[in-house]
């Protein structure tokens, strides 16, 4: 059966199906469609892009199909998905929308939606979305003219969400912190400096003049060695490296070490617990984070729950518990009593807000957990089977299994956003971790090709 939606909206190549300008144009109709007949309130959009020079076209696109069904869109620019998920609460909207491929090469792009409360869509809005797209049964509805949307520059969107940014830290005054902030030629390249520059910190930018196409480039989130050659070649505190969307972020020390999302979690957790502010003294987390983890938390006396694989996975975990600390490895890190999604440059001031009032270095902070040696590797696939019908598959992964003995893991998964396949091993020894993802590597290239 066709699908449009993957694991974090609808994502493609550029101009090529689905994410194409005839695709979108039925997708601005069936949002405007779903949200107008679902009586969700103001029948307004937030729109926003990140610097993929696809997202012109897109916008364009979404824009006239949302207004052809009359629904206001309001036009706010490049901003971080975080900051259209916020804006989309601040401005009373009915839905926002995000054009972006988060960290996938510029010819990716993709659309991610949220709901009135800034939200990611339910499965079922989603599906009831893709049902009208699908049978194009909205290509020839018209309405009057006189009850046509209209499109607005929102001029002052940077500046509403700079302005949330700093008081989720109470405008925390960051002077004496020298940082590295690597935008990713991506959606914060104007407004990530800002921030930290308004809150008094030192801020040496990098890779904040995208062209359309060098965004994600060999920097940013997936690339932090990069960030941290440049934090030793400024003598800086703390080097931030942002995803293309500004949702996710990775961290290194002074010495360039990296730090990532399961040490934010962990120091922030710490510091919630105690303070008393981290409800049910519980984190959310996914299966994909280190046993070291783990341990740390039970050492402290902090509940972990884990999820699957997936932010939106960690978000449903957390508003179903009432929870407000959750996140991933991989730098999707959600502060519930101020964002509803991952937010890198919120996650970063959170960091920063710590590392002032302690006194303490970031690597002071991050030895907080024991780490066990890991390893995630990503192989490209020809095709997705399932695992388990795969024999060789499931036999290597029955022998690693039991080499590791209930001292590490091993998990396989496909990639929901790109055509890979994921391995990651945890052992007590980097010996055990390289053995076992050579040879789980060799078996999955030659029965996915």
């Known amino acids: 059966m066709e699908k449009l939606f993957g694991t974090d909206g609808i994502r493609g190549r550029a101009n090529c199906y689905p994410i194409t300008p005839e695709v979108a144009l039925q997708v601005g109709k069936a949002i405007a469609h779903v949200f107008g007949a679902s009586g969700h309130g103001s029948r307004r959009a937030v729109l926003g892009k990140d610097t993929r020079l696809s997202g012109y ?18 036009l706010v620019g490049v901003l971080p998905t975080p900051a259209v998920a916020h804006l989309t609460r601040s401005l009373a909207a009915t839905v926002g929308i995000m054009l972006t491929a988060s960290h996938n090469p510029y010819d990716d792009n993709g659309i991610k939606i949220f709901d009135q409360n800034g939200f990611k869509l339910s499965d079922e809005l989603e599906a009831e979305i893709e049902r009208h797209v699908l049978k194009g049964d909205l290509s020839g509805e018209h309405i009057r003219s006189d009850t046509m949307g209209k499109a607005y520059r929102i001029e002052d969107a940077r500046g509403r969400y700079i302005e949330f940014a700093k008081s989720t830290v109470g405008n925390q005054n960051l002077s004496g912190l020298r940082l590295v902030l690597d935008c990713s030629n991506g959606a914060a390249y104007r407004i990530g400096p800002w921030i930290f520059e308004e809150l008094g910190a030192k801020v040496h930018r990098a890779f904040d003049a995208p062209d359309g196409y060098n965004i994600n480039n060999g920097c940013g989130a997936l690339h932090p060695e990069t960030v941290g050659a440049l934090v030793r070649q400024h003598h800086a505190d703390v080097g931030i490296a942002l995803d293309g969307d500004a949702d996710r972020v990775v961290f290194t020390d002074h010495e360039g070490q990296v730090v990532d999302g399961d040490r934010i979690l962990a120091m922030c957790a710490l510091e919630f617990h105690a303070r008393g502010q981290l409800r049910h003294d519980t984190l959310v987390v996914t299966t994909m984070s280190n046993l070291g983890l783990h341990e740390a938390m039970a050492a402290h006396g902090i509940r972990v729950i884990t999820t699957d694989v997936g932010d939106r996975m960690v978000i449903d975990a957390m508003r179903t518990g009432g929870y407000n600390l959750g996140g991933e490895k991989s730098g999707h890190v959600i502060f519930m009593d101020y964002v509803t999604t991952g937010d890198g440059i919120i996650t970063a001031l959170q960091v920063l807000r710590l590392m002032k009032q302690r006194g303490v270095s970031l690597r002071e902070l991050a030895a907080c957990i024991r780490e066990y040696p890991q390893q995630l590797v990503s192989l490209p696939v020809a095709r997705k089977l399932p695992l388990d019908s795969l024999p060789a598959v499931t036999a290597v992964l029955d022998e690693a ?15 929901g956003t790109e055509p890979k396949v994921r391995i990651l091993v945890e052992a007590a020894s980097e010996d055990l971790v390289t053995t076992w993802v050579q040879r789980l590597s060799e078996v999955l290239q030659r029965e996915l090709g």
């Not at 299994?401 to 496909?414: C, E, K, M, N, P």
């Open 57 to 74: 076209m897109l916008e364009t696109a979404l824009t006239s199909g949302l207004v052809s069904m009359g629904m206001d869109v309001f």
């Open 401 to 415: 299994r039991s080499a590791l003995d209930g001292r590490g893991r091993v998990i396989v998964r496909y990639s």
